[in-house]
């Protein structure tokens, strides 16, 4: 029984609504969690003014009574308090949606598009990850995020993987190296001040996974396929790696894969993770590690070259109001499509109409390990 979602909601419409189903009858689900979350996601050195109007809330309208769910589709609700909808954007913005959406849908300008293509709607994505965070949280299953480089800025690899979000919620950028967070927002101030934008990288991990959720038999469960379809579709993300792909691709055999010994209690250890915790679209009980490639914001103050769909004439692009770098809030973003993916594999491995049974199914999964 995989998890099933869905959002909807335009960016400077009334609300946000989204929809979950498949979450078991008895699990908690704390709105204050919910909000904290979201909240998580509004922060973050390089955002425009849009953050400072909104104050995301979750209203739990079905599917929750009493803090606990009830096996039915939990259905969602966020306010949004900026309503003041561009109309007329026809000097489209090369790197948005615009153009192949006015295409594609037969609109005379580009702003039904931008309404709904803005990451305005990574919010529901949020407020839903939360409930499959906390359902993951049932079975020890933490999942974070941190940011690891903006623009050509890059942080120092961690000594130690715990308390990650504690550590990074902490800092403006979200990132755990204090040196490279101060260089970090100079680059954005930088950016800022020539009117252009900036891009980089954010790493989510899922610690505590039991080995053998997703699996090998067939496409559609490879747990790796659905996690980069998740943080894929996050608005922005123009590559998704797992483990140590990237640099695996121009590495030798030996150099790369993790090497598995006995260990004294009967079980199976790795010394290294360079699998990212996935072996045969399946976990392999190591912590899971993806990272998100954001593209630079594509509203540059200073409007790229483009055309005005009406006029037919070279201009520069719209520049609306927003966000000179997304990438702190692209992490909490990408680390809901991880927990939502997650969710969706551990619970079409666990069934069950209630958290009590996929729990007692979750503890032979992990003495069989
Ligand atoms: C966005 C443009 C900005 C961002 C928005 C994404 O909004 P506005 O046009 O209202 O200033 O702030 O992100 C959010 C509203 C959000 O909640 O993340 C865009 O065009 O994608």
Redesign the pocket.
Known sequence: MAIEYITAGE??GEMLAGIIKGIPAGLGVDSRFIDGELSR??LGYG?????N??R?RAKIISGVINGTSIGSPIAILID?A?R?R?DKLTAVRPG?ADLSGVIKYGFSDASPV?ER????E??MRVALGAVAKLYLKTFGIAVESRTVAIGKVRAEALDSYTDINARADKDAVRCIDAAASKRMRDEIALAKERGDTLGGVAEVTASGVVAGIGSYVSSDLRLDGLIMREVGSV?SVKAVEIGDGIDGSTVFGSEFHDRIYAAENGKYIRMTNRAGGIEGGMTNGERITVRAYFKP?P?LANGLDTVDIITGKNVKAAA????VC?VP?GGVAAEAAVALALCSALSTVLGGDTMDEAIERYRKKRSAE
């Open positions: 960016s400077h996601r509004q955002r425009g003014e849009r953050m109007i909104e995301d949004n900026a003041d561009a948005h931008a293509a803005s990451a305005r990574t919010a608005p914001v509203t609306l109001r927003s966000d997304i809030a």
